[in-house]
């Protein structure tokens, strides 16, 4: 049984032999589009005119059905090669009175004359094709003579009849009596009597209505906007072709493979149950109502045909409104089910500690052989922007997730994250690879181009008020290509490995903090050890460095290769020897060259620091001389040792002409003597090296 309280009625109307469809209009829209001379040339321009008139072909006013009122004059609709512009008047079939006549008229543009003349028109119906119109006799009303008229007859007033009225046009039956009320339709109050009254059934023009219960046994068509008031019941087929409002309860059990647990007996999961059951074999949709009480049913069992909608917002295990449907294993057979899960829920009352809920869970079981199968996904969130699009969106994303806190200043919560994946061993199986996640490269099988392609992009956090990263990573990172900094639209680019914030003016920042993972007696901020492969015939390169300068107007100050700058001594630490720049000893074979200047494969100048090291030069050290009035000074040459060798340039021409009796005459560690003529402010280049 189909039963609904609802707003306005509107199938009371079958109870009196009439249908919804069957409503009568209360205008007509009138049509023509072949108004000719007898010769078929179509009137070139013209007017087509109604006029509302008595049987006596005198204008009148009436009222039209469903309020208003017409004037006493016609109305006229253009004609163009012989088509009229169609146009509405009163339906006389819903005038009052009713019955009207209309005095149709065609005028000529061109000669403003009046070419047709119709009166006594009468029709009804909601449309009105002039060219179908078919006049009766247009002479004079016969006058009545005996018991019987030839032709048209005309009454002023009321015809009394006492026996019964027949004609081709009038329906066999009684004459029936009684009073009613405007706009309610009527109903026999004495059928025996022929005495008619009114019903609960009102019909204003606009809106059908019944303050009474409707009940149909057959058919139910809606071809309308519909509101219902009272109770509908309907035990034969039902059918909705417009809106049906319902503003009270609804009770259903069975709508076009549509089943309502809460109309079938039982209790809870026996409602549910029952409900299944009656969808046989074929595709159904089961809707679980709020009022049903606890318990899950048998669809996670053996039904695949069937789909749940649970209402209930506390069950079956206090986890809200769920979507349940099942899909049959075509491998073993079994029914798997798949859920949709919205979960509005306090967890403090429903929720044990330390478990978890979800508002959307999609669970994909897999059994069975897997060759050959490709990809399985348990859930894909595809975005396709079709061919026919244009412009673009701020972003298009496939699938976007976010974890918001609405809470007050006193709730503060430990962890919120936007979106956690993991992958995972739980039995007896074994994995090659587990990611948790993994990003796909962009792809483009197209034929346009893609600018910028990015496999992740993490913005730049700024909103924390301790620590703003992009990428936290616990473990080790590990890459196969290449580490690019990244300018975005903040302006900030680079990488930096450690604790500190991004340098605007560095790419890549090493600076790991106190708390780090570096351990040992030698710890080293970046160590670059490749291993080049057989390849590398022509030279294997540690580090390669050098700074380039852009395409633009400018000079730069000082341009430097490799800077090794004075270390930041920690307070209430020390340093017992900083060497700005220690070098190994020589590996045991080949050509060993602690230093190479300017050189191509063979280099031009090789720089050793030891002896032992060999080479074609060693460290040059420069110093400076300004003679005193002595025969000898000493000169500081930081790094200079006894057994090193030094040579004197001069600078000036008093140091020129005394060049030949100017030299080294003793060295120590870190300075040696030069003699000299006892002459003052002779200027001197010295350049020495320590081996």
């Not at 191509?600 to 420069?622: D, E, M, P, R, W």
Request: charged share 10%; glycine share 12%.
């Amino acid at each position: 049984m189909f039963k609904r309280i609802l707003t306005f009625a509107f199938f009371a109307a079958f109870a009196v032999g009439f249908s919804i469809d069957a409503h009568a209009q209360n205008l007509t829209t009138v049509s023509a589009s072949n108004l000719t001379d007898i010769n078929g040339t179509k009137l070139a321009a013209g007017q087509l005119c109604f006029l509302i008139t008595d049987q006596q072909d005198n204008p009148i006013s009436v009222s039209i059905g469903g309020g208003g009122q017409s004037l006493r004059r016609g109305y006229c609709s253009p004609v163009a090669s012989g088509v009229v512009t169609s146009f509405t008047v009163p339906n006389p079939a819903n005038t009052l009175p009713a019955g009207i006549y209309y005095r149709i008229t065609v005028k000529d543009s061109s000669t403003g004359q009046e070419v047709l003349r119709y009166p006594q028109v009468s029709f009804t119906g909601t449309t009105f094709n002039f060219d179908n119109y078919a006049p009766l006799n247009l002479g004079n009303f016969a006058s009545l003579t005996g018991n019987a008229v030839t032709g048209n007859l005309a009454v002023t007033g009321n015809v009394a009849a006492t026996g019964t009225v027949t004609g081709s046009n009038i329906a066999s039956g009684q004459i029936v009596t009684g009073t009613g009320t405007t706009n309610t339709v009527p109903k026999y109050t004495n059928g025996a009597s022929a005495v008619i009254g009114n019903s609960s059934i009102t019909d204003n023009g606009t809106t059908i209505s019944t303050s009474e219960p409707v009940s149909l046994g057959s058919t139910l068509g809606v071809t309308g906007a519909t509101t219902l008031s009272s109770t509908l019941g309907v035990t034969g087929a039902a059918t909705l072709n417009s809106t049906l409002g319902v503003t009270g309860i609804e009770t259903d059990t069975n709508v076009n493979g549509i089943r309502f647990a809460n109309g079938f007996s039982g209790t809870g999961a026996t409602q549910i149950n029952n409900a299944e059951n009656d969808c046989g074999t074929t595709n159904c949709l089961v809707i679980v109502p709020a009022t049903v009480a606890t318990g899950n049913g048998q669809s996670l069992l053996s039904k695949d045909n069937v789909m749940v909608l649970d209402l209930r917002p506390g069950s079956p295990s206090a986890q809200g409104t769920q979507w349940r449907m099942n899909v049959k294993d075509t491998d073993d057979g079994a029914v798997r089910a798949k859920m949709l899960l919205i979960d509005p829920l306090q967890p403090s009352t429903v929720m044990q500690s330390g478990s978890s809920s979800v508002s959307f869970e999609s669970i994909s079981f897999v059994e069975g052989s897997m060759t050959g199968r490709n990809v399985l996904e348990a859930i894909n969130g595809t975005e396709i922007v079709d061919t026919g699009t244009t412009g673009s969106p701020s972003n298009i994303i496939g699938g976007e997730f976010d974890g918001s806190v609405q809470g007050t200043a006193a709730n503060t919560v430990s962890d919120v994250r936007g979106s956690t994946h993991g992958c995972g061993l739980s039995g007896a199986g074994s994995i090659t690879t587990c990611t948790s996640l993994y990003a796909q490269r962009p792809n483009n099988t197209g034929s346009g181009t893609i600018t910028n392609a990015y496999a992740i992009h993490a913005e730049n956090p700024t909103a924390g008020t301790s620590s703003n990263l992009s990428i936290l990573a616990d473990g080790n990172i590990s890459t196969n290509a290449l580490i690019v900094p990244y300018s975005g639209a903040n302006g900030i680019s680079g990488i930096v490995v450690g604790t500190n914030a991004i340098q605007p003016s560095v790419a890549l920042f090493v600076r790991p903090g106190i708390f780090s993972f570096m351990t040992g007696g030698t710890q080293a901020g970046v160590q670059i050890a490749p291993i080049t492969n057989s390849d590398s015939t022509t030279a294997g390169i540690g580090l390669r460095s050098r700074a380039d300068t852009t395409a633009a107007a400018y000079t730069q100050a000082l341009n430097v290769g490799l800077e090794v700058d004075t270390p930041s001594v920690g307070a209430g630490s020390s340093i017992k020897e900083w060497d700005g720049l220690s070098i190994s000893a020589a590996p045991a074979a080949g050509t060993k060259c602690s230093i190479k200047m300017a050189g191509a494969t063979s280099g031009t100048t090789c720089i050793n620091t030891s002896a032992v090291a060999g080479g074609t030069a060693s460290v040059i050290i420069s110093a400076a001389l300004v003679t005193t009035t002595a025969a000898s000074d000493n000169v500081t040459v930081t790094g200079m040792t006894s057994t090193g060798h030094c040579s004197v340039t001069p600078t000036n021409a008093a140091a020129a002409t005394n060049i030949a009796t100017t030299f080294v005459s003793a060295k120590a560690s870190n300075q040696i003597t030069v003699s000299h003529t006892a002459t003052a402010n002779m200027n001197y280049d010295i350049m020495c090296s320590p081996i």
